[in-house]
């Protein structure tokens, strides 16, 4: 009884910790439509910035508080939404993901940089003590954060409801413009909804950082907060009451199972059970989440789409890109940079290309953000170093096959939500994989997976040069095969459902359906890519495909232009390149590229001074190149409707 | 009723009832959009569904095409209930729609919009239609009068020799390159239209298509509903343009503060004091910002627009751009 009171009362405590990031989450997220996905990492900068002004330079709790919770996080709060969100406004939906990611990669690698991860910090309580209530030690610590959760949210409750800023905050995400009219500034109403947010996941960061008994970790302390994320999901990102009972129902969940279940399991199992539950959460509340309902927006995507090659263009230009990389094979054969042969790292952007080339298709063309295409590499690494041996043709196969059906797994229970949703269900999936698979002891072993290059009827790709050019032609082959899908009716039917998915449904398609098959093909692709990746590593390692890397990949595609193959393959270059000269800062370039990009939707190739034409390709006329549009007539139809049918 | 008799002659009696509404109730929290509706279509004829801004037009037509689930009521498709299907299912079964704001494709271009709309009941995963991907695959369209056939997509596929014959009839010709989003807000709700009339709908609605075009565009819009409708279509047609609605309509309802007040002939709906008080009424509560209006050529009618909140969209050049 005793210990059931204990773990009750820091599941309570530790709920609360979730109840303050996850309503700044929703306050942040109601007031300007953006998800914060930067919200753990702000915490995480709020908690070592804490830990730096007490345990380092000491100064007094009050003035590190003051510092840390006003100047830091509600001042760069308003910065963020000043210059870095208000800007995206029209911009394609899956920008501010992409730009609150880039910031959340840019402060975990400043960290990184500031506050070495070989450090242990252990941060001071703001109140020290405990008492005993009822036969148990109960820290002061704690008392203090679930008072702070429950002021927090007494005092949302009355800014809301009885203030007129309050009301204005509310409306603002319903229609900005009418707000507008009413003589309230939306941008100053999304402003203050970025300032609480930042503010809340400082606070609950400079509060949850004493119970870190073992200490502060970066990315430890940056993914706690996924259990807010499921908390603010069961309060479908509106409902800040139905957030904070869901939080503490979590917090406490988490308490039990740590204390009741896991010690019944294997210490490996336990760890798994352990970091996968927030993900787990995170699953439950999106499956229990009712359908949204399909809207009509009105919104016009005014997106000039980067022009897609022909048939004929797109072989022409797959052969010159194999005889280019033949050349470059043979004459850097043996050519060495840091230890790793040209032709290792130029397998390895093959591969990388290929998990680029499954973004543009799920990402690019039909607006769907995925965040866990490393996970997929990584199931498929696992499976080709496992069936028959490693380096079968079936391991290739099946690393592809299994990957789709996963892929489909993970797709269907977000169909029914907005694209949010699958965003948060494949960083949730990217990050329990990480965890509690690849890190598993059993899954990889300690000395990493050992992969054998494909040997098939005889032929083995056994020499550099040969797996090389092997991976090579399976990047042409998908580089082609991405350009025929966009040329197809069923690429047609990927930009219609990205583009309005109200009318799509309405002309008698059905979203879930291609949404679904579309990340499935994506899965299968970044499936067999992983299987590809480990032939040419020869080996692969726990950290090899964690969610930070996955996300900077992302990132980078985005950066070069996500609706492009051009964009897909020299993210993998730049990817591959900086991790080999500057590996400590690559998310920092990641975050600011993509901030810098901001809502240019076709990236760095779409931007236009930097667009040359090759003198054959044909200049398309638009509209305002005609001297008058045609005027309105020739009606006769003769009953075309009907025909058309068959 | 034969279904001959409307094609030749389409009369308020009509065909056959293609789209029945019974008492639909739809709530926003406490406002009530819809309170009881009650509307029937007719095959052959063009309805027409009139009311003032916010009277509930836009929630019917979401709850017709199943984008807004009703509280209470039923929606019938010939003897079909769809109340409760899904929004794709029932375009499937003919219901077709175009939209108050604008939902284009807007990164494909005109002729492909159409083209989605054609290739709706195509199954891409099927060889047949996968196998177009590789450039060597010759199309093997048999060409009859010079129209490709037997094949649905791909180049010089029926697909796209439909589509640039569906722009022609909307007056859109030559316009099948243009990316859809550059286009006009008029000639963009005629790529809506083709877009809708590609899936050979037995149910067409539309939600103010006259907007955005110009008077001569206007009446040309006029004739092709009725051509349509001669066809055997059952059109609902919501619209400001009041002397587009008298003209063309064969019937018309008029909705006011999510209830259908009055129904009958474009000559019964002129004369109908229910429906002159509706629309006076918002006039007398400031004559100032009241706008007057047309039902047909005769009688003057202050327009029920709420001035504070609302621009006038008559003529459709308030919607332009």
């Given amino acids: 009884m005793t210990n059931?009171?204990?773990?009750?009362?820091?599941?309570?405590?530790?709920?609360?910790?979730?109840?303050?990031?996850?309503?700044?989450?929703?306050?942040?997220?109601?007031?300007s439509g953006v998800f914060n996905f930067a919200q753990g990492a702000v915490g995480m900068?709020?908690?070592?910035?804490?830990?730096?002004?007490?345990?380092?330079?000491?100064?007094?709790?009050?003035?590190?508080?003051?510092?840390?919770?006003?100047?830091?996080?509600?001042?760069?709060?308003?910065?963020?939404?000043?210059?870095?969100?208000?800007?995206?406004?029209?911009?394609?939906?899956?920008?501010?993901?992409?730009?609150?990611?880039?910031?959340?990669?840019?402060?975990?690698?400043?960290a990184t940089v500031v506050w070495s991860p070989t450090v242990q910090r252990t941060v001071n309580p703001q109140i020290n003590g405990q008492f005993r209530l009822v036969g148990i030690n109960i820290q002061d610590q704690y008392v203090l954060i679930i008072g702070v959760a429950i002021a927090v949210a007494i005092g949302l409750r009355l800014l809301f409801y009885s203030t007129r800023t309050g009301y204005a905050l509310r409306a603002v995400v319903d229609d900005p413009e009418l707000l507008g009219m009413s003589g309230v500034s939306p941008n100053r109403m999304s402003q203050y909804g970025w300032i609480l947010g930042f503010f809340m996941a400082a606070l609950s960061g400079v509060l949850l950082a004493p119970?870190?008994?073992?200490?502060?970790?970066?990315?430890?302390?940056?993914?706690?907060?996924?259990?807010?994320?499921?908390?603010?999901?069961?309060?479908?990102?509106?409902?800040?009451?139905?957030?904070?009972?869901?939080?503490?129902?979590?917090?406490?969940?988490?308490?039990?199972?740590?204390?009741?279940?896991?010690?019944?399991?294997?210490?490996?199992?336990?760890?798994?059970?352990?970091?996968?539950?927030?993900?787990?959460?995170?699953?439950?509340?999106?499956?229990?989440?009712?359908?949204?309902?399909?809207?009509?927006?009105?919104?016009?995507?005014?997106?000039?789409?980067?022009?897609?090659?022909?048939?004929?263009?797109?072989?022409i230009g797959g052969v010159v890109f194999l005889v280019i990389a033949v050349i470059l094979g043979v004459v850097y054969s043996n050519t060495e940079v840091k230890g790793t042969t040209l032709l290792t790292l130029g397998g390895m952007i093959m591969c990388l290309g290929i998990v680029g080339l499954s973004l543009v298709l799920v990402t690019g063309y039909s607006g769907q953000v995925s965040l866990c295409q490393f996970?997929?590499?990584?199931?498929?690494?696992?499976?080709?170093?496992?069936?028959?041996?490693?380096?079968?043709?079936?391991?290739?196969?099946?690393?592809?096959?299994?990957?789709?059906a996963v892929g489909a797994l993970i797709a269907l229970p977000t169909i029914r939500l907005s694209d949010l949703y699958l965003a948060l269900a494949t960083f949730a999936f990217a990050d329990a994989v990480a965890q509690g698979f690849f890190n598993?002891?059993?899954?990889?072993?300690?000395?990493?997976?050992?992969?054998?290059?494909?040997?098939?009827?005889?032929?083995?790709?056994?020499?550099?040069?040969?797996?090389?050019?092997?991976?090579?032609?399976?990047?042409?082959?998908?580089?082609?095969?991405?350009?025929?899908?966009?040329?197809?009716?069923?690429?047609?039917?990927?930009?219609?459902?990205?583009?309005?998915p109200a009318a799509y449904a309405t002309v008698g398609l059905n979203i879930g359906f291609t949404k679904v098959a579309v990340f499935a093909i994506g899965a299968a692709m970044a499936g067999l890519a992983g299987a590809l990746y480990g032939t040419v590593q020869g080996v692969v390692g726990t950290t090899d495909f964690d969610i930070f890397p996955g996300i900077i990949f992302v990132l980078f595609v985005t950066i070069w232009g996500i609706r492009t193959v051009s964009g897909a393959f020299l993210a993998a270059v730049t990817y591959v390149v900086l991790n080999q000269v500057w590996p400590s800062s690559v998310g920092i370039f990641a975050g600011l590229g993509v901030i810098l990009i901001g809502r240019a939707a076709n990236g760095l190739l779409g931007i236009e001074f930097l667009h040359f034409r090759l003198p054959w390709v044909k200049r398309t006329t638009g509209l305002a190149d005609q001297a008058a549009p045609p005027s309105f007539g020739g009606l006769a139809l003769e009953g075309e409707a009907s025909r058309a049918a068959g | 009723m034969p279904q001959a008799d409307v094609v030749d002659q389409p009369s308020t009696e009509g065909g056959v009832d293609v789209l029945t509404i019974e008492g639909v109730a739809v709530r926003f929290g406490g406002v009530a959009a819809l309170s009881d509706a009650n509307l029937t279509v007719k095959a052959g004829t063009?309805?027409?569904?009139?009311?003032?801004?916010?009277?509930?037009?836009?929630?019917?037509?979401?709850?017709?095409?199943?984008?807004?689930?009703?509280?209470?009521?039923?929606?019938?498709?010939?003897?079909?209930?769809?109340?409760?299907?899904?929004?794709?299912?029932?375009?499937?079964?003919?219901?077709?729609?175009?939209?108050?704001?604008?939902?284009?494709?807007?990164?494909?271009?005109?002729?492909e919009n159409v083209q989605v709309g054609l290739e709706s009941s195509v199954k891409w995963w099927q060889w047949r239609h996968m196998k177009r991907a590789f450039p060597w695959v010759k199309s093997g369209v048999p060409v009859v009068d010079g129209v490709p056939v037997g094949e649905p997509t791909g180049p010089g596929s029926i697909a796209v020799v439909t589509s640039d014959r569906l722009l022609d009839?909307?007056?859109?010709?030559?316009?099948?390159?243009?990316?859809?989003?550059?286009?006009?807000?008029?000639?963009?709700?005629?790529?809506?239209?083709?877009?809708?009339?590609?899936?050979?709908?037995?149910?067409?609605?539309?939600?103010?298509?006259?907007?955005?075009?110009?008077?001569?565009?206007?009446?040309a819009l006029g004739e092709l509903l009725c051509t349509l409708a001669q066809g055997g279509m059952g059109v609902l047609l919501v619209e400001h343009d009041m002397e587009l609605v008298m003209r063309i309509c064969d019937y018309i309802y008029v909705l006011d503060f999510g209830d259908i007040i009055s129904s009958g002939t474009p000559d019964e709906i002129r004369k109908d004091p229910v429906v002159q008080a509706a629309y006076l009424g918002t006039v007398e509560v400031d004559p100032e910002g009241g706008v007057v209006g047309h039902f047909g050529d005769e009688v003057a009618v202050e327009r029920t627009i709420d001035p504070t909140t609302e621009a006038l969209p008559t003529e459709g050049e308030a919607v332009e751009g």
Avoid at chain 1, 90 to 102: K, N
Avoid at chain 2, 178 to 206: D, F, I, N
Wanted: charged fraction near 15%; proline fraction near 3%.
């Fill in chain 1, 440 to 500: 598993d002891g059993r899954i990889y072993g300690s000395g990493g997976l050992s992969i054998n290059r494909i040997s098939v009827a005889g032929v083995s790709f056994n020499g550099d040069t040969a797996e090389f050019l092997l991976v090579t032609v399976f990047f042409v082959l998908s580089a082609w095969l991405v350009l025929a899908i966009r040329r197809s009716l069923f690429g047609r039917r990927l930009v219609a459902v990205n583009d309005s």
């Fill in chain 1, 4 to 31: 059931f009171l204990q773990f009750t009362i820091f599941g309570v405590m530790l709920g609360a910790g979730y109840a303050i990031a996850a309503t700044g989450l929703v306050v942040t997220y109601t007031t």
């Fill in chain 1, 211 to 315: 119970t870190q008994t073992t200490g502060i970790s970066i990315e430890s302390f940056t993914l706690l907060v996924v259990s807010g994320y499921a908390a603010a999901i069961v309060g479908r990102l509106r409902n800040i009451p139905v957030t904070f009972a869901a939080a503490i129902a979590i917090g406490l969940a988490e308490n039990y199972i740590l204390n009741y279940v896991e010690p019944h399991l294997s210490s490996d199992l336990a760890r798994d059970v352990d970091t996968a539950l927030p993900m787990l959460f995170l699953f439950a509340a999106l499956v229990t989440l009712p359908s949204v309902r399909l809207r009509a927006v009105g919104r016009l995507t005014s997106l000039r789409a980067p022009r897609v090659a022909g048939g004929a263009e797109s072989l």
């Fill in chain 1, 375 to 404: 996970s997929f590499m990584g199931i498929g690494a696992f499976i080709m170093g496992k069936v028959a041996g490693g380096g079968s043709v079936l391991g290739l196969l099946l690393a592809t096959a299994i990957c789709a």
């Fill in chain 2, 169 to 219: 009839g909307v007056g859109l010709g030559g316009l099948g390159a243009e990316q859809a989003s550059a286009m006009p807000t008029g000639l963009a709700r005629m790529v809506e239209l083709a877009r809708a009339l590609a899936m050979a709908p037995k149910v067409l609605l539309l939600d103010e298509p006259g907007s955005g075009l110009d008077d001569a565009e206007s009446q």
């Fill in chain 2, 46 to 111: 063009v309805t027409g569904l009139i009311g003032p801004n916010g009277a509930g037009k836009t929630t019917l037509f979401n709850v017709i095409s199943g984008l807004q689930t009703p509280d209470r009521g039923s929606v019938h498709l010939y003897d079909t209930d769809i109340t409760k299907m899904k929004p794709h299912r029932r375009a499937r079964l003919g219901l077709a729609r175009t939209f108050q704001r604008l939902e284009l494709f807007g990164t494909l271009s005109a002729g």
């Fill in chain 1, 45 to 110: 900068i709020a908690a070592f910035g804490y830990w730096e002004l007490v345990s380092a330079h000491n100064q007094p709790t009050w003035a590190a508080l003051i510092i840390v919770l006003i100047v830091g996080a509600s001042i760069s709060g308003a910065f963020v939404e000043r210059i870095l969100m208000r800007r995206l406004h029209g911009a394609s939906a899956e920008r501010p993901v992409m730009v609150t990611l880039g910031l959340m990669v840019i402060l975990t690698g400043v």
